[in-house]
């Protein structure tokens, strides 16, 4: 028997539900470059790479003309490539004037602030989980204070240059 009949589909999965948050975290607006908005110049370079970055217009200066920030690249003696690297700067200042804390330079500047901290918090319970081993170890609070009174008498007994330096104040004080 031959069934023309195809086989019937799988039933689909349940569709998956989002967890529901008790707030939404906002997110960052994206930043879109229209030519319109641009102003564009090359001029001639400057600085380090002798006299041709010194006779060619390589260096390119992009102005966004409704906020009026101008970004200025020479990074390269390629025209194009600094066109290149003048436009993606300008869209990481857009986008921290925007987004302030939200924008990618912020996040990326909050991802190391948060691992140095996380770093420097292991550190610490490093030093605290060896002192307080060492206290462990059999010590007590009335024994350290014990030892801090001999610190202070041996410290007293070896130092004869103090009692020379007392006596000669009291000659002085006599005379």
């Known amino acids: 028997m031959t069934s023309d009949a195809a086989p019937s589909p799988k039933p689909a999965p349940p569709p998956l539900q989002k967890r529901p948050n008790k707030a939404e975290k906002p997110r ?3 930043i879109v470059l229209e030519d319109a908005q641009l102003d564009e ?15 060619t217009s ?9 906020t ?5 690249c020479q990074k390269t003696r390629s025209l194009q490539q600094n066109r290149k690297e003048a436009r993606r700067l300008l869209v990481l200042r857009l986008d921290t004037m925007v987004n302030g804390e939200l924008s990618k330079t912020a996040r990326k500047a909050d991802k190391v602030r948060r691992r140095k901290s996380k770093a420097k ?7 605290q989980q060896g002192q ?6 059999g010590d007590s609070d009335d024994d350290d204070d ?14 004869d240059s103090d009692d020379d330096n007392s006596k000669e ?3 002085e004080n006599v005379n």
Not at 41 to 55: R, T
Not at 121 to 127: A, E, F, I, L, V
Not at 132 to 137: N, R, S, T
Request: include cysteine; aromatic fraction near 4%; glycine fraction near 14%.
């Open 28 to 30: 960052p607006v994206k």
């Open 132 to 137: 307080v081993g060492a206290l462990e170890g």
């Open 68 to 72: 009026g920030i101008v970004v200025k």
């Open 121 to 127: 918090q292991r550190q610490r319970g490093k030093y």
């Open 146 to 159: 014990d030892d801090d009174d001999d610190r202070e008498e041996s410290s007293s007994e070896g130092d």
């Open 58 to 66: 390589s260096c390119v200066v992009l102005t966004h003309v409704p």
């Open 169 to 171: 104040t009291e000659k």
């Open 41 to 55: 110049q090359f001029v001639k370079g400057s600085g380090n790479g002798g006299q041709k970055i010194n006779k």
